[in-house]
């Protein structure tokens, strides 16, 4: 047997921006996909089926615009797929609850809190927590939140203040 | 003064212009209530950010990152002297220092995963499944090692499984094992661990192989394509 080689070294120059770019910002879709998912299994799942969907339509990316909204739109398109072919499929999403408490440090205090948040979420309706969830945890303009949901700006101010207020009057104790 | 909700939130997040945000700061100060919601709209954003900036502080799960990463396969040279026909990629010095039966799928059982048509052994059931669905990042009880494209264009993989390791190309008739050996390398518990492969398959792969492996992308678009 001859020396062994890395054969992969053009390939990595190549695609070290588009992958490197996506890599970095796993961190952040992993959150986004905590917002929508009920627990952080599906989130993951989710996660990985945007992935895909990036990879394969890595021609459709344009350099130089916002890759975090492109990746919004996918994980949300994604999340509704996920959805709908789990609905088809009869199966439900596991509740909340069940992994509510995965992956947290620290006492029973943080995790009861850390499920009053999850499910203050998952009580609203999906435009609602996808507004709150792009603006609140993910920090987006209003303007940017729109584009990324394909809204007029009114329609997503409209859906925020309704999550919001739902929100604030189930979690109103403790803000 | 009336100050419609949706104004006021925008006003909490900073989204409004001077001449707008003047307004409601003039309508805050002549009701004390609005300041409230304001505060307590600043303090919702505040709760969520908290709530979930654990979660974009957590270690990446592996499995993700690794459909990022440009996967490097550490491969034999590329035998530079020798070019073996194409017909018989597995002849003569070769294919003795792979110990492979040539098609016989020696420790590949001869059902569930396995079927025969026209003489050769193509993949069938949850192989066969593997093959057309698996991506490389992702493991199960087949583990895709990498994917490429041979010199007739043909898409093939590496995969290691329990019953056997090989190397499959994408036919008209399915995926054809081009190379088999005993699975000696998947662990008992059935689900083959990530990593690199046998030596001598991969340098069988590289003999196939034209150009250099698929990278993630590429072989998803190839799986989108039915690998045709």
Redesign the interface.
């Given at each position: 047997?001859?020396?062994?080689?890395?054969?992969?070294e053009?390939?990595?120059l190549r695609?070290?921006a588009?992958?490197?770019d996506?890599?970095a910002l796993?961190?952040?879709l992993?959150?986004f996909a905590?917002?929508l998912a009920r627990n952080p299994a599906d989130a993951?799942d989710l996660?990985?089926m945007a992935?895909?969907k990036a990879?394969?339509g890595?021609a459709s990316w344009q350099p130089g615009t916002r890759m975090d909204s492109w990746m919004y739109r996918i994980m949300r398109n994604s999340w509704i797929d996920m959805a709908r072919s789990r609905q088809r499929a009869g199966q439900t999403f596991l509740d909340a609850d069940a992994g509510a408490d995965i992956?947290?440090?620290g006492g029973a205090e943080a995790r009861i809190?850390?499920s009053e948040?999850d499910a203050a979420l998952h009580a609203l309706p999906d435009e609602q927590r996808e507004a709150?969830a792009l603006?609140?945890?993910e920090?987006l303009?209003?303007k940017e939140a729109a584009e990324v949901l394909d809204v007029p700006m009114g329609t997503l101010?409209?859906r925020?203040?309704r999550g919001?207020?739902a929100?604030?009057a189930r979690?109103?104790e403790?803000? | 003064m009336s100050i419609d909700?949706?104004l006021l939130?925008?006003y909490a997040?900073g989204?409004l212009g001077p001449i707008e945000a003047k307004r409601v700061e003039r309508a805050i100060a002549a009701d004390p209530a609005l300041g409230e919601e304001v505060a307590?709209?600043r303090?919702?954003?505040a709760?969520?950010?908290g709530?979930?900036a654990?979660?974009?502080?957590?270690p990446?799960?592996e499995?993700?990152?690794a459909?990022?990463?440009?996967?490097?396969?550490?491969?034999?040279?590329r035998?530079r002297t020798v070019r073996m026909p194409a017909w018989a990629p597995w002849s003569g010095a070769v294919a003795a220092a792979l110990v492979l039966g040539l098609f016989v799928g020696k420790g590949l059982p001869e059902q569930g995963v396995v079927r025969t048509r026209d003489g050769q052994l193509y993949a069938a059931g949850s192989l066969a499944g593997a093959l057309d669905q698996q991506?490389a990042a992702n493991g199960g009880a087949v583990q895709m090692v990498v994917s490429f494209r041979d010199r007739e264009g043909r898409y093939c993989r590496v995969f290691r499984s329990q019953p056997a390791d090989g190397i499959a190309c994408h036919e008209e008739k399915g995926w054809a094992l081009r190379q088999t050996m005993g699975g000696s390398r998947a662990s008992t518990s059935g689900y083959a661990q990530a990593g690199s492969a046998d030596?001598a398959l991969m340098?069988a792969a590289?003999e196939l192989m034209a150009g250099?492996?698929l990278?993630?992308?590429a072989e998803?678009?190839a799986r989108?394509a039915g690998w045709k």
């Open positions: 047997m001859q020396a062994t080689r890395f054969i992969h053009q390939g990595t695609l070290a588009f992958e490197d996506l890599l796993l961190p952040r992993r959150r905590r917002a993951d996660c990985q992935l895909e990879l394969l890595k992956g947290v440090d809190a850390l948040v709150v603006v609140l945890v920090g303009a209003y101010t409209s925020l203040v919001r207020q929100l604030m979690l109103g403790t803000l | 909700p949706a939130m925008a997040d989204e307590r709209h303090a919702l954003r709760r969520l950010d709530h979930f654990a979660v974009a502080q957590e990446v799960p499995h993700l990152a459909m990022l990463r440009p996967r490097v396969v550490e491969l034999p040279a035998r991506l030596p340098a590289q250099d492996p990278d993630a992308a998803a678009r989108a």
